[in-house]
């Protein structure tokens, strides 16, 4: 969730259920155009699609017509085949095709409808990509959802008014008896269905278990995929709605269960399953047939004739052995499980930390987007979607969702600091408050911004006691480094992190003991004094290409630790304390050629110009061909740390 991008936001959708071989859904919402359901929601500057329904249009389907950028019209020429398709009626329409393309497809990789299935060499598991773009409005079709839930004893207002506000994706997918299936996307509820399983109680969640470990091991191994686990899914909404959450306890599991698997037989038995928020859309339709219906419905009626038994012969990863140990309880065994959990500690931290959201949000919606104004708008709405998203979801949403408001706030700080500085105007209390709560969410990147920041408007003192805070994090041994600046995550474990990860994860300080790259824009240049500016933002010459100051650049990734003490050496050399500025200056160098820096051509820079600065001009300049080379080596996306769009 590439696996990483700054133009999307990832989301794992599906209940995954650790032990029992899940495979995992992840959905990559795609941020590059916004998506409407009526033109007066048009605002000038973004990419936009209308939501569109004709008369064949099946329910929970619809089709996207493309609008102009500058004014509220619709397309009327098709710009680019391979984005937009003429439909008959003579509107433009977006293709299927290219919001599919967004994701890559390499050897040994599947495609299955909108969905690319890869095997995760680490975990050994599936894991299926799903491309799609956000809509803030539910599918028309859903409003029989409000209404039929208004008097009923499950969801509860709050939950209602949560899943009315959540919205819904559009996926690349047309209809299976579509005609026009090229134009034409499917409406997936897949927030507002979010919102409802974190609504469930432990009973319902071990219910839906229960349902998924019966259709995979018994059912579909006779009729392979007949029952997906949507269905299973749905017939406990459907259930849950009308008996309320109170029917299902612990002691009544059983009972529950045969209530689903009852809903699901009447629903092979009509011929007929509903979707729970779209109810015209028929799950079944195209997909089963009335003989396979049958013989699936036979199937349910042996499991509901003895559960308890279709229960006990469930063949599943070893389960009930495992179930066996660990009722046992013995020190041995739980040994083995905890060492389990830390030797697994690295793939928990890339699956964790692979949610663009939950690590550093963009400063930016266009890397090549240099209108200061344009950018702090969007921060400003993309502050405003995540406080809703705040208010709405469950306690793990509302803590990571925390933290993202303040790394936000922190992120239009910057912006609006850069422009108050170009301005030559004070900084209002409200941008250094969220400067300073930007600075704690994380052990040193937060930091070293808000210095930057104070360093430019002559606040060396308070720079300096910020700079004491990062010294201090660099002497615990669990700080790590984390680089999200590339497709690919990458971090650098110290030797005291297995020993307290999971200490950390426990008590919800995990963030406090990692440093996140620093990632600087062109309209961030304000924000820098004015003799740092050629340290930081200094092009990248290649003997293939020279730079050319019209270029604009897209982004600069700095390593905090180099960057803390060029940052600790300016500051020193500042107070006229040319001791201390000696001893930061040996400690870039030893950090440059030490350490292990995910961006060592920008850490190269910075150590030529403290060498310049000290008059040694021709080790400077070695220094900074060196860093022209490790570039020219390492082509590409991944690997270009400075970047200029040619």
Known sequence: ??????????????????????????????????????????????????????????????????????????????????????????????????????VHVNSGEQVHGPACNRMSAERGIDEDYVNAYYCAHLPSEAMGWIDRTKDKPWPKDDVRKRVIQSGCFIVAVGH??????????????????????????????????????????????????????????????????????????????????????QLIYQCLKNGYNPHYMIESLDMFEGR?????????????????????????????????????????????????????????????????????????????????????????????????????????????MQKATRRYIFILRANLSMLMSAEAIQKKCKLSDSVLQSLKQGSSTDAVAGRLKYATILMCVGDITGAYELLKEVETAYSDLAVVSVCTCSELVEYLPNSGLKEKALTFINTGVLYDHFCYCLLFVETLKPCFPSGWLDAIFRPIKSDEQQYNADDVMEYVSLDPKPYFYFMELMIQQELNNQTKALTAFQMLEKCVSEEPLFHKDTALFLLSHALQMNGKVEKSKIIYDEACCLRKRNTGYTSSHVRYNN
């Open 1 to 102: 969730m590439s696996l990483f991008n700054k133009r999307c936001s990832f989301l794992n959708s599906g209940t995954t259920t650790f032990g029992l071989e899940s495979d995992v859904d992840i959905l990559i919402a795609q941020n590059d155009y916004r998506i409407i359901l009526d033109s007066n929601e048009w605002k000038q500057g973004f990419d936009t699609l209308v939501v569109h329904k004709q008369e064949d249009t099946s329910p929970g389907y619809c089709k996207l017509l493309a609008m102009n950028s500058q004014e509220p019209i619709l397309m009327t020429e098709v710009e680019d085949d391979e984005m937009y398709e003429q439909g008959e009626d003579g509107k433009v329409y977006l293709k299927c095709a290219f919001l599919q393309d967004h």
């Open 176 to 261: 299976k008896q579509s005609k026009d299936s090229r134009t034409e996307f499917r409406m997936s509820t897949t927030l507002g269905e979010r919102i409802l399983m974190f609504d469930m109680n432990i009973s319902q969640i071990k219910c839906f278990v229960l349902m998924k470990m019966l259709m995979k091991t018994i059912v579909n191994e006779h009729y392979k995929d007949a029952i997906k686990s949507f269905y299973c899914k749905t017939a406990l909404f459907f259930v849950t709605e009308q008996y309320g959450k109170e029917m299902f306890r612990e002691e009544c599991i059983l009972e529950c269960l045969i209530k689903c698997l």
């Open 288 to 396: 089963l047939d009335a003989t396979l219906r049958e013989k699936v419905g036979e199937c349910l009626n042996d499991i509901m004739a003895n559960p308890i038994v279709a229960l006990l012969n469930i063949p599943f990863d070893d389960y009930g052995s495992k179930l066996y140990k660990r009722i046992r309880n013995s020190n041995t065994d739980i040994s083995e499980i905890q060492d389990s959990i830390r030797s697994k500690t690295g793939n928990f931290l890339s699956r964790a930390f692979v949610l663009w959201g939950l690590i550093e949000p963009s400063l930016y919606e266009d890397p090549l987007d240099i209108d200061l104004e344009h950018q702090i708008e969007s921060n400003k709405e993309k502050l405003s979607r995540c406080k809703i998203l705040h208010t709405q979801g469950d306690g793990f």
